[in-house]
Antibody, heavy 120, light 107 residues
Framework: EVQLVESGGGLVQPGGSLRLSCAASGFTFSSYAMHWVRQAPGKGLEYVSAISSNGGSTYYANSVKGRFTISRDNSKNTLYLQMGSLRAEDMAVYYC?????????????WGQGTMVTVSS | DIQLTQSPSFLSASVGDRVTITCRASQGISSYLAWYQQKPGKAPKLLIYAASTLQSGVPSRFSGSGSGTEFTLTISSLQPEDFATYYCQQLNSYPPTFGQGTKVEIK
């Protein structure tokens, strides 16, 4: 079964750090660009970050640039999001998603999400 | 960044109704548009890509159309399991932005 499973969410104080993981299975992870998308409670979807299939290229939304780092370990079929200098506005469910060229670059597989709570 | 504006933001409809949601882009995006369905507490699910291509396994009552700056998602006969929030997403340029969502509720 093709799936993505996120982990690593939790409660963190403002200014703190957290690392999210996204474990992929059922497909050739190293062939796909991967993305992070977040959703604040009761709000819409917000794009966060992207990484190319080999990890050589990355992209960050302005809202997280300089604070978040996306990376991947293709030998472990795992995507990461290192989050630092966390703010109240970073509190959200974080989803990892697979971009698929056969679906015109749409995100065809999503994880179940992991909740990040930023509070003192 | 390309802005996507969905209308309406909320709609109330009955089972069997035909429902249409519009997504307008702030600049041309060719056919690089996708539609997703999200139910409470769940991840988004891809319904349509390339503006009008139905993702595998998605019921044929869903359809998409449009190109350039104006796009529509149509549900031909609303079913109980279709009550959800729908998002459009442009994939023409980074960042791949989302519309604000359209919540479809039971009348």
């Amino acid at each position: 079964e093709v799936q993505l499973v996120e982990s690593g969410g939790g409660l963190v104080q403002p200014g703190g750090s957290l690392r999210l993981s996204c474990a992929a299975s059922g497909f050739t992870f190293s062939s796909y660009a991967m993305h992070w998308v977040r959703q604040a409670p009761g709000k819409g979807l917000e794009y966060v970050s992207a990484i190319s299939s080999n990890g050589g290229s990355t992209y960050y939304a302005n809202s997280v640039k300089g604070r978040f780092t996306i990376s991947r370990d293709n030998s472990k079929n795992t995507l990461y999001l290192q989050m630092g200098s966390l703010r109240a506005e970073d509190m959200a469910v974080y989803y990892c998603a697979r971009k698929n060229m056969t679906t015109h670059d749409a995100f065809d597989i999503w994880g179940q999400g992991t909740m990040v709570t930023v509070s003192s | 960044d390309i802005q996507l504006t969905q209308s309406p933001s909320f709609l109330s409809a009955s089972v069997g109704d035909r429902v249409t949601i519009t997504c307008r882009a702030s600049q041309g995006i060719s056919s690089y548009l996708a539609w997703y369905q999200q139910k409470p507490g769940k991840a988004p699910k891809l319904l349509i890509y390339a503006a009008s291509t139905l993702q595998s396994g998605v019921p044929s009552r869903f359809s998409g159309s449009g190109s350039g700056t104006e796009f529509t998602l149509t549900i031909s006969s609303l079913q109980p399991e279709d009550f959800a929030t729908y998002y459009c997403q442009q994939l023409n340029s980074y960042p791949p932005t989302f519309g604000q969502g359209t919540k479809v509720e039971i009348k």
